[in-house]
């Protein structure tokens, strides 16, 4: 039987699909593709704008009348559960606080359908095993060429325009020592990048060590031959012990960081807990102990208390201090969230507006940051290979094709390279 895990939404919900994957590639089921075509579908759904939800409702609607059968969980699954049931009579959801029990489901399918029940009989006789937010822990992964290493789920802020916290609930963490062990396991498979995940990652231990004490651990125990990536870093947690962490060799120059708003204005309305002092605290210190990393955000368009000056600081900030990229997106208004009946937001075409010119900037600063790369020499993870050529990421995050490539070169093995032209990477032999 051919099963696809579809997936909406943050890295951790890779991370989470791919160990479902895993978890049915171990009991002989075939791992697809969504273009491939399957006899159940996973869909591993998002709340954080109502976008996503139409996205997710579409997909589901389409696999539903593809599919014998269609399994829906993740977030939106947990807000939305009987409105998502109703989309069709051979879908099961199954909400997030029990979406760990899933990589239990691949098992409860092979036994029941080795004894002729069939796939929706099987689904709806699922019961739930006992099981935690860290019991996602692949082994293998069938849609990434590096792995993911869950540390952190949950999130203890109360942003007013996100309804994720209602949804994922308080932050916990994985054990510092089940983390190595884990990070160890995944090495030892042959990765050669691990990313960190996690709801709100930056808030892993906040109340110990951190995030960096973590990391300061885990790095001495992994090869040298070994890269870290992480996922986004809310800047609230971001402290001089976590900047230490990174200043190493073995974490790539790659940094995500959710400000939303440079305005103190907004991010105060917005319950955000930090202001632009500490961000551009955080910039520099990343710039300062990695050369040029590559430096993305995200940004919300329109959110309350955003006048025609708010939205002008914000964007001149963000064109002021070079971010690679921008991840654009118009205000949402959640129900639930502190912010859904707020007054004071924009219209939405000036909303629309404002995340059209903020794109158009991203465009213009990612062009002016490959530029800047040309003629460096840059680790790439290979991913796929196609007409003779291999194509993968950089450290820091560029998408290339190589040229003359090592014959011996394996998908998810890591090579060296000069940028010779945006998107272009000669390797070193």
Request: charged share 25%; net charge neutral; hydrophobic share 40%.
């Amino acid at each position: 039987m051919r099963i696809c895990v579809y997936t909406l939404g943050c890295r951790l919900n890779q991370c989470e699909s791919e160990a479902l994957a895993d978890s049915f590639a171990r009991e002989g089921f075939d791992v697809v593709r969504e273009e491939e075509g399957a006899e159940l579908y996973i869909v591993n759904t998002c709340t954080v704008t109502a976008k996503a939800e139409q996205k997710a409702r579409r997909m589901i609607r389409l696999f539903s009348s593809r599919a014998q059968a269609v399994v829906v969980t993740g977030c939106y699954a947990q807000m939305a559960q009987q409105e998502l049931e109703s989309l069709g009579s051979n879908i099961m959801v199954v909400p997030l606080v029990k979406k760990a029990s899933l990589l239990k489901l691949a098992g409860h399918l092979r036994a029941a359908m080795s004894c002729t029940v069939d796939l929706v009989s099987a689904l709806r006789s699922f019961v739930e095993p006992d099981s935690t937010v860290f019991d996602y822990s692949a082994g293998s992964f069938s849609y990434h060429s590096r792995a993911y290493l869950k540390v952190q789920d949950g999130c203890d802020n109360n942003c007013g325009y996100c309804r994720v916290h209602i949804a994922r609930g308080p932050s916990v963490s994985l054990g510092r020592d089940e983390v190595i062990r884990r990070a160890l396991e995944l090495e030892a498979a042959g990765f050669s990048e691990i990313v960190l995940t996690g709801v709100n990652l930056t808030m892993y231990d906040h109340e110990g060590e951190g995030l960096g004490g973590m990391m300061l651990d885990l790095i001495p125990r992994l090869s040298p031959s070994t890269r870290l990536r992480l996922s986004s870093m809310e800047p609230d947690h971001i402290d001089s012990r976590l900047i230490e962490a990174v200043s190493s060799s073995a974490v790539h120059p790659h940094f995500h960081i959710p400000l939303q708003s440079a305005s103190d204005r907004v991010l105060a309305r917005s319950s955000r807990n930090y202001d632009r002092k500490h961000l551009e605290w955080v910039l520099d210190s990343l710039r300062r102990v990695k050369d040029d990393p590559f430096l993305a955000c995200d940004v919300i368009a329109g959110l309350p208390a955003e006048g025609e000056e708010e939205f002008r600081i914000t964007y001149s900030f963000l064109k002021d201090h070079g971010f690679a990229a921008l991840h654009v997106f118009p205000f949402s208004p959640r129900p639930g969230t502190a912010l859904y009946g707020a007054r004071d937001r924009c219209e939405e075409r000036v909303r629309d507006e404002r995340a059209a010119r903020l794109r158009k900037l991203s465009d213009e600063l990612g062009a002016v940051y490959q530029a800047r790369q040309t003629g460096r020499t840059l680790e790439v993870l290979l991913e796929s290979r196609r007409n003779g050529l291999w194509r993968g990421t950089t450290g820091n995050y560029l998408k290339v094709e190589v040229e003359e490539a090592p014959a011996f070169c394996t998908r998810g093995q890591i090579i060296s390279g000069v940028l010779t032209a945006p998107g272009r990477l000669s390797a070193l032999r």
